[in-house]
């Protein structure tokens, strides 16, 4: 057999680009101690074993933001396959312009609302930078 390696399990993280009427997407940069510490992401996390990719999403959302979510208002923008931290995921980006609530920072150290050209200047994760190019165009230039 090609490739005798261990069998390295692959998990599915979902993740939102929550986009504000001036056309900025949230990122958060994730917290000391974690795993890629202080690179900013799409906000989002593992989906539990039974949960839709939507549903886990909602939950993540409220989570880690204290915001709440209709899955029927997230929209399927990319995904992108990466090894984060020794983690082999598929990554599923979901964009959104309507939620209920003020994000806040309860799983991040800190939370930034960027437009196009300030999210490609930003340290991101692996998984996150592929889905910049086809979020872009949801995205208002400056
Ligand atoms: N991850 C990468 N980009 C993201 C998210 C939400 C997660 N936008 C990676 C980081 C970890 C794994 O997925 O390797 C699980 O995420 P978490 O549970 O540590 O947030
Ligand atoms: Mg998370």
Redesign the pocket.
């Known amino acids: 057999m090609e490739n005798a390696g261990p069998a390295r399990r692959s998990i599915l ?1 979902v ?1 939102a680009a929550l986009i504000d009427p001036e056309g900025r997407v949230l990122v ?1 940069q ?1 917290a000391p101690g974690k795993s890629l510490a202080g690179l900013w ?1 799409f ?4 989906a539990e074993p039974g949960e839709s990719p939507e549903e886990a999403l909602v939950r ?1 959302l409220d ?2 933001l204290g915001i709440a979510i209709d899955a029927a208002a997230l929209s399927p923008v990319a995904f992108s396959t990466a090894t984060d931290d020794a983690l082999s995921l598929v990554l599923l980006l979901f964009a959104s312009r309507v939620w209920r609530g003020v994000p806040r920072p309860f ?2 150290a800190a939370l930034r609302w960027c437009a196009i050209d300030a999210l490609r200047r930003l340290p991101m994760p692996p998984a996150d930078v592929p889905l910049i190019d086809p979020l872009a165009p949801w995205l208002s230039a400056t």
């Not at 906000?43 to 593992?46: E, F, N, T």
């Open positions: 993280v993740a958060q994730r992401e906000p989002g996390g593992k993540e989570e880690e799983d991040a």
